[in-house]
């Protein structure tokens, strides 16, 4: 009996040993597994903060080049206007040099007529000569009236040269416009494919 009492203390013992290791062991294990996930926490919200700079900073820089954007649309449209109006204004003088020239080609045509008739008056001039006298005269009338009629052509088409390079000039200011938009077009659609989808903006929406 004395045996079987110290066996039995023995493994008591023995059996509460084991119990006392295994719950330091545990406990040993738990306070490293919640040092791990507090270390993989701080990280995370490392991560997270610089993650969330850098989206505070796309946003400003996508912000800037939507406006930018916009003002060059605004640009854009006011150009458009000049031009239209340029041209109209262009449509208008090549109007009134068309009929300037009709006016020019009538007066030449009634020239004509009214040389035809002074050489006729010239003709009879030993019969007339106060008719001739008053043939010449308008003669020279309508030579006055064709210089005039010459410079006023001759002025509508400089005009108009300066119209048609104004013209010029706007559509190359035009043309270098789109180029600037198209760029900014790219670069928009750069700085939103670097963005996820979840935090996209609403601008690049469609681009």
Do not use: K, W
Not at 32 to 58: C, F, M, P
Not at 76 to 96: F, H, I
């Amino acid at each position: 009996m004395s045996f079987l009492g110290r066996s039995l203390h023995t493994g008591l013992v023995a059996l509460v040993l084991l119990l006392a290791m295994g719950t330091v062991g545990a406990t040993m294990y738990y306070q490293y597994s919640v040092d791990s996930l507090d270390q993989q926490n701080e990280q995370l919200r490392e991560r997270n903060s610089e993650l969330e700079e850098t989206l505070s900073e796309t946003r400003e820089d996508l912000s800037a080049v939507q406006a930018e954007l916009t003002a060059l649309n605004n640009s854009l449209q006011q150009t458009r206007g000049d031009v239209s109006q340029v041209s109209t204004s262009l449509e208008e003088t090549e109007a009134q040099l068309q009929e300037t020239r009709q006016q020019l080609e009538n007066t030449r045509s009634t020239l004509e007529q009214r040389e035809e008739a002074l050489q006729q008056a010239r003709d009879r001039l030993q019969t007339s000569e106060a008719e001739v006298a008053r043939l010449e005269n308008d003669v020279e009338q309508l030579e006055r009236e064709r210089r005039n009629l010459v410079n006023r052509v001759s002025n509508l088409e400089s005009e108009r040269d300066v119209l048609i390079q104004q013209n010029d000039e706007l559509e190359e200011e035009l043309r270098q416009l789109r180029i600037e938009r198209d760029n900014l077009e790219d670069d928009l659609q750069s700085a939103c494919a670097e963005i996820s989808e979840a935090d996209e903006p609403a601008a690049c929406n469609g681009v």
